[in-house]
């Protein structure tokens, strides 16, 4: 197997992270994002890579990946749907969406299709608790107030290369009861 | 007072299109309350400016409800080494969705907030940490702060005034336990997640052993309006002892969830009933957890004249938390509720320390045995003993933060676990 190694390009943007701290150590999260954008997800070789870049041990590397979840310890599906499950989802049928999904696509949480298309991961809050049940893809867009409808929209949209536009929840306007008798 | 909410006009948030803009921020008078200080540093002395921030008594919105101008004043005399500022957006207590609002809606607020806590405290620097998850809301404050380098905001001479204030953003990778305050200074120096012994506290020994200063957005986000309106003002707004406007997060069973500006103190029902629309499908109220998933859950009956501030729920058996209120009906499972929180922070542990790393497991192994109807009355037992073996135990609050949900809801919702239960051998004879 080739050599891994960043371009240029990559070089210099790590070179952008780098100056913002007083230690080439505190950028070792946001490179290997850099290197989790090219490669698709933090194997072995590619936190070596990391390591090698910041001159850094490759243990301190692997702590760090092995830490955050966010982070693929494997290759992944193209597209990573991560279910939340947690409290508000729970309560607002976050497993029914979650299950929906791994009937439709005939895998598990945890999981990835033959084709390499979906993976599935069940995933703590992230912060949407109002718009419950919702999922991530592949860390970037969140998809809210799902229904199995939005679900199955949403997989037909991913196969055909289309990933959803950002959603933005607005602030809900109160209602003014000036002359209600509440 | 708490009951005029229905009057009160948003001013984290306002209903100001484009507001995220820093020309209609400007516009509306945004960046008044830095440009008030540096131009009058007599009257505003760093000095000064904590003392007023500490006395409108912002308590800090991140759950701990810490007076931030009190906090401030921790920090030791320059030295003229390197001194921090870590603006905390981790948000990542279950229940909890608000700082991404100001990020999205009004970001210029928070950044000048944090400008004038810099100022206040001699900081150079300014870190803000962001949880992995909101990648789309970091890149929104990231072009507000660019917006501001571009306007002399931020950067060398500050508006010709001779202070310089570096602001940089970054984000983590997925770890709840980063949103403490020491293990996510762990984080933004490029390491694991695991929370520092205290003391030395962060004012004393932070970011690369440096004094360093941790606030949440919204904490900061109140800054401005205490200088550009005073402290009297500030604390006249919502309940007393408890002062400011508060981003309530309102989800789970109600018709009309998300994220409400109002005063603080405003009466729990009201939020449930008036601003969050009521229950969904017209089902009763069975319970509330006020400020996210680690403060104790209410009962409905436990609600009656509670208030979302730090007296009125400390006093009916709970905390204000981050206002991350989740409401449940009277459908709900809390054996099935318990679990899933409890599962959670087990998933979140750090590792550290044993009565966290094992204990959070054994909170979640013996609920799953109960919810699964194999579970007897003395697991329950076992359980609340369990709690009193992790409180306090440990290096950081994740482990309280596990036990509290745990001893409270089995106390408040007993007959539906013994419910739940075997029935013991010589009752089934």
């Known amino acids: 197997m080739a050599e891994l190694s960043f371009t240029q390009e990559e070089l210099d943007e790590i070179e952008k992270i780098k100056a913002k701290f007083p230690t080439d150590k505190a950028a070792t999260l946001q490179v290997l994002w850099v290197a989790q954008r090219k490669y698709g997800h933090v194997e072995p070789d590619v936190q070596k890579l990391?390591?090698?870049?910041?001159?850094?041990?490759a243990a301190h590397v692997h702590g760090v990946a092995s830490f955050y979840t966010q982070?693929?310890?494997?290759?992944?599906?193209?597209?990573?749907?991560?279910v939340c499950t947690c409290l508000s989802c729970q309560l607002c049928g976050g497993y029914e969406i979650l299950h929906h999904l791994e009937d439709e696509l005939g895998i598990k949480a945890g999981e990835t299709t033959d084709d390499g298309m979906f993976s599935i991961q069940e995933v703590e809050c992230l912060g949407a608790c109002?718009?419950?049940?919702?999922?991530?893809?592949?860390?970037?867009v969140y998809v809210n107030n799902l229904t199995e409808e939005k679900a199955d929209e949403l997989i037909q949209n991913l196969r055909e290369g289309n990933l959803p536009e950002f959603e933005s929840m607005q602030m809900p306007k109160l209602e003014k009861r000036n002359q209600a008798a509440s | 007072?708490?009951?005029?909410?229905?009057?009160?006009e948003p001013l984290l948030i306002p209903d100001i299109p484009n507001l995220e803009k820093i020309d209609v921020y400007e516009e509306n008078g945004g960046y008044e309350a830095l440009r008030?200080?540096?131009n009058d540093r007599d009257k505003w002395s760093r000095e000064n400016v904590t003392n007023e921030v500490k006395q409108a008594n912002i308590r800090g919105r991140g759950g701990a409800g810490f007076n931030a101008g009190l906090k401030w004043s921790f920090m030791p005399k320059p030295d003229g080494g390197p001194r921090y500022l870590a603006c905390n957006g981790d948000e990542s207590e279950p229940g909890t969705?608000?700082?991404r609002k100001i990020f999205e809606f009004n970001p210029h607020l928070f950044i000048e907030g944090a400008l004038i806590a810099a100022y206040a405290m001699t900081v150079d620097t300014i870190y803000v940490y962001i949880r992995g998850e909101y990648i789309s809301w970091v890149d929104m404050l990231q072009e507000a702060v660019d917006d501001a380098y571009e306007k002399g905001y931020l950067g060398k001479d500050i508006m010709g005034k001779g202070i310089d204030i570096e602001m940089h953003l970054t984000y983590g990778a997925g770890a709840y336990i980063c949103g403490e305050e020491t293990s996510m200074l762990e984080s933004l120096e490029g390491k694991r997640g695991y929370p520092r012994v205290k003391p030395p506290f962060p004012a004393q020994k932070g970011l690369w052993g440096r004094p360093t200063t941790i606030n949440n957005i919204e904490t900061l986000a109140n800054v401005p309006l205490v200088i550009n309106n005073g402290a009297e003002w500030f604390g006249n707004i919502g309940a007393e002892g408890?002062?400011?406007?508060?981003?309530?997060?309102?989800?789970?069973?109600?018709?009309?969830?998300g994220v409400y500006e109002l005063p603080s103190g405003v009466p729990v029902m009201d939020l449930i009933n008036e601003v969050a629309g009521g229950m969904r499908g017209g089902k009763d109220l069975?319970?509330?957890?006020?400020?996210g998933s680690s403060t104790p859950v209410l009962r409905a009956d436990q609600l009656e004249g509670v208030t979302m501030n730090a007296d009125s729920l400390r006093d009916a058996g709970s905390m204000m938390g981050t206002a991350g209120m989740v409401v449940m009906d009277e459908d709900t499972d809390m054996v099935d509720v318990l679990w899933r929180i409890a599962h959670f922070y087990h998933h979140e542990s750090c590792g550290q320390c044993t009565p966290c790393r094992d204990g959070t497991g054994w909170l979640e192994k013996i609920l799953l045995k109960i919810k699964n109807g194999e579970g007897e009355v003395k697991d329950l037992d076992l359980l609340l003993d369990l709690t009193t073996q992790m409180e306090g135990r440990t290096i950081c609050a994740l482990a309280d933060a596990a036990a509290w949900p745990v001893r409270h809801t089995i106390n408040r919702f007993r007959d539906e676990f013994e419910a739940r239960c075997k029935k013991s051998v010589h009752a089934v004879a």
């Open chain 2, 97 to 99: 969705f608000k700082d």
């Open chain 2, 286 to 291: 069975k319970a509330l957890i006020p400020g």
């Open chain 2, 242 to 257: 408890h002062p400011g406007p508060v981003l309530y997060g309102i989800s789970g069973h109600v018709n009309k969830p």
């Open chain 2, 1 to 8: 007072m708490a009951n005029d909410w229905r009057s009160f």
């Open chain 2, 36 to 38: 008030k200080i540096l």
């Open chain 1, 50 to 57: 990391v390591a090698d870049t910041l001159d850094l041990p």
């Open chain 1, 130 to 140: 109002g718009y419950a049940p919702m999922l991530q893809v592949t860390n970037g």
């Open chain 1, 71 to 82: 982070y693929y310890k494997e290759e992944m599906g193209k597209f990573v749907l991560d």
